[in-house]
């Protein structure tokens, strides 16, 4: 089956591609599927919404099975931020490094033990009848005190996922990040859901 990735993040969209491959689902991009997919704005309070949002805007346009992500940092020191906000949490959206500096900053006080936090993953699938299909993923780990690591992307560098034995996510290789990553979480939940569907090829 082919399903259309709504996402302008191309490191975004080469992990979605990775993952739902090995599940059977063939992943397109807006230029694949001669199309193009108007930026859509994040307004939702959750993670769900703001997939949610991405995935109408893209069924909409297209006119196809459309499959969308919305995810962040959750840091329980400050209270579930940056959350939805994640990509612009230093004020630029997609700065990846200001966001970093930003949030180590906020945690310069907060010792070892204090700095649970977790990667959530929301995906919603909107199909053309109206159906919509929404799982969610997380990887709970800490914030480390500095950066370390030259993979992934987003707050990479400075997360130490519960799974991996003192690694930063952007430590691992791709093939160990998907192993536990919390939108490898997301999509094998979607991927369940999805078992039984009917769909057009």
């Excluded at 805007?57 to 994640?86: F, H, K, N, Q, T």
């Excluded at 939940?189 to 078992?195: D, H, R, S």
């Amino acid at each position: 089956m082919k399903f259309l990735i709504a996402t302008h993040n191309l490191k975004k969209r080469d992990e979605l591609q990775r993952i739902l491959k090995p599940l059977g689902i063939d992943v397109l991009i807006a230029e694949e599927a001669g199309v193009e997919l108007t930026d859509v704005e994040e307004t939702g309070k959750t993670f769900e919404e703001n997939a949610r949002l991405k995935a109408l805007g893209g069924c909409r346009e297209s006119g196809l099975i459309c499959i969308a992500d919305d995810s962040g940092l959750m840091v329980d020191a400050l209270d579930g931020a940056p959350g939805v906000y994640s990509a612009r949490f230093a004020g630029e959206h997609g700065n990846d490094e200001k966001n970093i500096i930003k949030l180590l900053d906020e945690l310069k006080d907060v010792p070892n033990e204090k700095r649970t936090a977790r990667f959530v993953s929301a995906v919603c699938c909107v199909f053309p009848d109206g159906r919509e299909l929404v799982s969610r993923g997380t990887c709970e780990g800490k914030i480390a005190f500095s950066k370390r690591g030259s993979g992934g992307f987003g707050y990479d560098p400075v997360f130490l996922p519960d799974d991996v034995n003192g690694k930063t996510m952007a430590e691992l290789s791709p093939e160990e990040k998907d192993a536990i990553s919390h939108r490898r979480r997301a999509l094998c939940a979607f991927a369940e859901k999805l078992k039984g569907q009917n769909y057009d090829e």
